[in-house]
């Protein structure tokens, strides 16, 4: 008999729970394609009406986001006794969406971006997909060793990084 440890379980997760987990946070990454290669950008979203809508400035990722390619904007957490963690994927198309009264009233004065200057642009990804997944915080007594340290010393010295 061998002294194995169990690998934590992961739950795959309903679109509501998605859902409810995408509204309990307020900052994602956003995945786009630019040119030639995929790019990632922070964004501040709120959930608006079966979508995720965020606001930005001119620039590569509002071109990006509304180019022809699909996006994914993906989010993720620990619950509070940090020990379960959740991670959700929405990818879908992005559009522009016309600063509206109503959408003033439902999202964009709740829609505060972290870094200033002009963000008058909303964008709402429509979903064409959405998974989500719950799973296990493990310890890191699990996964860490010191041979992770003497492991990244030597790749620095090779790389011609000093520490």
Avoid at 37 to 48: C, E, G, L, R, T
Avoid at 97 to 120: H, I, M, N, R, Y
């Amino acid at each position: 008999m061998t002294n194995q440890r169990s690998l934590p379980s992961v739950e795959v997760l309903e679109p509501k729970t998605c859902w409810e987990l995408l509204r309990s946070a307020s900052v994602g990454r956003l995945a786009v394609w630019v040119g030639d290669h995929p790019d990632i950008f922070p964004v501040n979203y709120k959930v608006d009406h079966g979508s995720v809508v965020f606001r930005t400035g001119e620039g590569t990722k509002l071109r990006a986001a509304l180019g022809k390619t699909p996006v994914a904007l993906e989010t993720d957490g620990v619950l509070a006794d940090a020990t379960i963690a959740w991670s959700v994927v929405v990818k879908g198309n992005a559009a522009p969406v016309e600063p509206t009264p109503d959408l003033l009233d439902s999202v964009g004065l709740l829609l505060f971006p972290w870094q200033a200057g002009q963000k008058d642009h909303f964008v709402r990804v429509a979903p064409t997909s959405m998974t989500g997944r719950l799973f296990s915080v493990v310890s890191p007594l699990m996964w860490w060793s010191p041979l992770s340290d003497d492991l990244r010393a030597q790749l620095e010295e090779l790389n011609g990084e000093s520490p």
